[in-house]
Structures are given as structure tokens and as C-alpha cells.
């Protein structure tokens, strides 16, 4: 009888303790109260009636990722693939994720593979290859509006692997074999068009600037000519005008006039008629005639003789008598 009260003490503390309930973050328990829903406890600290109330579910409030199987789909040209998905969702209501179908994750699944039947069999394979983001796009849609009712919310869906047969696979590969080689020749064809243009580019080029230089070239001799010419001339004006300026006399210009004649005669070969009165008036100048040498009438005296050795006939007579 002494243990009596040890013993009640005993079972009430773990009564107490087994009526106490953590709920841990991310997490919500469904309470239920003589087998009917009471309430919904969130993270924190909660206590329940003992015998009467239970926790029906512990859900928890992370994203979920719901790896599907590959599932076979055929295509609207009659292709069968296996496709495989990867489906992305969280619960926002415990409740309905608890009392609005059995089983709702295989109920997600198995509308996951309805769902992919249908729209992958409106597609052709090639459009289904390449069409990744519209597929998705639609069975996001399409599984978030069905899956409302059961509290869960689908926030992603991505087709993970299509595997198409193997006799497609291989035409793919031909195809893009052939797809390839094509793109090398065209892109070959492209750079020899490219580097022909650029060449006779460069030969235009090439050939205009030359022909300019040329250009410049002439105008730049034919503009050194002109003025050379045109310097000439001035220096002859200037030295006429310095002429008429001294006042110069007819012997001064008639001697000018003989230089000019001098310039004339030199070099080779060089041939000049002078006419008779020229002749006459040079001889008259004697200026001229000492400088040139020309119309001298004096004649010069003739050389004198060599002197002759004559023989001594003596010495000559002696040597032969010896």
C-alpha cells in the first residue's frame, strides 16, 4: 500500500509527458478528436486530451521532389519513347492533403504520366525533342489546377531523360552527321569566297594607289619643270632688265651676243653657221678677237728653222786614216 501513491505519482507524470507534443518548424500535425478532424497544430509547444485526441497525419511543409519512373508516351507520328519526369511540389493545406484522396502522392504520380500522354501525343517526335519548355510549361499548369483540391501545390515540373528508340537514335545521328558535314562545306565555301574577295580587294587597292602615286609622281615633276622654266624666265627678264637698266652699249650687246655664240659652240660635234656679216663685225671687235681667237689678221711669224750640224771633213779624214 505504501507504493500506492508513488505508483499514481509515476503514471500521472508519464500521462502528463505523453500528452505533451513539439511540433518541430516546416512541420503541421492533424489532430483528430473522437476519430473527427478538431484542428491543425503548427510548429511550437501543444497538449492533447488523452485517449480522445490523436494525431491523425504529420505533414511537412518543405518542397517535395517526385521522381517519376520513365513511362512510355507515343507521339503523333506513332514513335514510341520513355520519358521520365521530376515533379516539384509542397503541401499548403494539411486537411485536404489528408482527407482529399488516399494515397496522394501516387495519386500525383499517375497524373503526371496521364498528363504527359496527352500533351506528348499531340506533339511529333521532333517537336517533343524540342520542345522541352513548352511540355513543362502545360503539365505545370495542368497539375497545379488538378492538385488544388488535395492541398498541394505543384510549383515545377521537368522532363528529365527522353529516350527515344533505337532505330530513331541512330537516323538522329545520321541526320546530324550528315547536318554537320553540310555546315563544314558551307562554312569551307564561305571562307573561300571570303578570302577571293579579300584578295582582289587588296589588288584594287593595290592598283589605286599606284596609279595615284604615278599621278602625284608626274604632276610633281611636271610642276618641278614649270618652275624651273618659269625661274629661267625670270632670270632672263631680270638680266635683261638689268641690261636695259646699265644703259648697256651696242659693243656690250654685240659682245653678249658672242658669249651666247660661245655657249652654243661648246660640246661635240657642234656645227655652227655664222654669216658673213657677223664674221665681218667680230673681226672689227678686237675684245672678241683676243677672247675667242677668231677674225686675227695678223698673221704669226713662221718658226725658226732647227740648226743643221755640219760635217767636219777633217775629223772625218782622220778618223778614216787611223
Known amino acids: 500500500m505504501e507504493f500506492i501513491p508513488v505508483v499514481i505519482i509515476i503514471l500521472a507524470a508519464w500521462l502528463f509527458f505523453s500528452c505533451v507534443r513539439i511540433v518541430p518548424q516546416a512541420t503541421e500535425y492533424v489532430i483528430e478528436f473522437l476519430g473527427k478532424y478538431k484542428t491543425t497544430w503548427s510548429a511550437g509547444f501543444h497538449l492533447k486530451i488523452p485517449?480522445?485526441?490523436?494525431i491523425a497525419k504529420k505533414i511537412t511543409l518543405k518542397e517535395i521532389v517526385l521522381?517519376?519512373?520513365?513511362?512510355?508516351?507515343?507521339?503523333?507520328?506513332?514513335?514510341?519513347?520513355?520519358?521520365?519526369?521530376?515533379?516539384y511540389y509542397r503541401i499548403f493545406d494539411a486537411k485536404l492533403?489528408?482527407?482529399?484522396?488516399v494515397n496522394p502522392v501516387n495519386a500525383l504520380e499517375n497524373l503526371t504520366a496521364t498528363t504527359l500522354r496527352n500533351i506528348v501525343g499531340e506533339m511529333e517526335l521532333d517537336g517533343t525533342l524540342t520542345s522541352r519548355d513548352v511540355i513543362n510549361g502545360k503539365m505545370t499548369a495542368i497539375l497545379d489546377e488538378a492538385t488544388d483540391k488535395w492541398g498541394m501545390?505543384?510549383?515545377?515540373?521537368?522532363l528529365k531523360n527522353i529516350i527515344p528508340p533505337l532505330e530513331i537514335q541512330?537516323?538522329?545521328?545520321?541526320?546530324?552527321?550528315?547536318e554537320r558535314d553540310r555546315r563544314e562545306t558551307l562554312l569551307q565555301a564561305e571562307g573561300h569566297k571570303a578570302a577571293a574577295i579579300t584578295r582582289a580587294e587588296g589588288?584594287?587597292?593595290?592598283?589605286?594607289?599606284?596609279?595615284?602615286?604615278?599621278r602625284d609622281a608626274k604632276i610633281a615633276r611636271a610642276q618641278g619643270e614649270a618652275r624651273?622654266?618659269?625661274?629661267?624666265?625670270?632670270?632672263?627678264?631680270?638680266?635683261?632688265?638689268?641690261?636695259?637698266?646699265?644703259?648697256?652699249?651696242?659693243?656690250?650687246?654685240?659682245?653678249k651676243r658672242y658669249e651666247a655664240l660661245i655657249k652654243l659652240s661648246d660640246g661635240k660635234a657642234a656645227k655652227i653657221v655664222v654669216p658673213?656679216?657677223?664674221?665681218?663685225?667680230?673681226?672689227?671687235?678686237?675684245?672678241?678677237?683676243?677672247?675667242?681667237?677668231?677674225?686675227d689678221s695678223t698673221k704669226s711669224a713662221p718658226e725658226a728653222p732647227a740648226p743643221v750640224e755640219e760635217e767636219d771633213p777633217c775629223c772625218d779624214d782622220k778618223e778614216i786614216k787611223k
Request: glycine share 4%; hydrophobic share 45%.
Open 170 to 178: 541512330n537516323a538522329m545521328e545520321k541526320q546530324m552527321k550528315a
Open 276 to 295: 658673213t656679216d657677223v664674221v665681218n663685225a667680230a673681226a672689227k671687235n678686237v675684245m672678241f678677237s683676243e677672247f675667242t681667237g677668231l677674225g
Open 67 to 87: 521522381d517519376s519512373p520513365p513511362q512510355p508516351v507515343i507521339t503523333k507520328d506513332n514513335v514510341t519513347m520513355q520519358i521520365d519526369t521530376v515533379v
Open 51 to 54: 485517449i480522445l485526441e490523436r
Open 203 to 214: 589588288d584594287k587597292q593595290a592598283a589605286i594607289l599606284k596609279a595615284e602615286g604615278e
Open 153 to 158: 501545390k505543384v510549383t515545377r515540373v521537368e
Open 228 to 255: 624651273a622654266i618659269e625661274l629661267a624666265k625670270e632670270a632672263e627678264a631680270n638680266g635683261l632688265r638689268a641690261l636695259k637698266a646699265a644703259a648697256a652699249d651696242a659693243a656690250v650687246l654685240e659682245l
Open 97 to 101: 492533403y489528408t482527407y482529399g484522396v
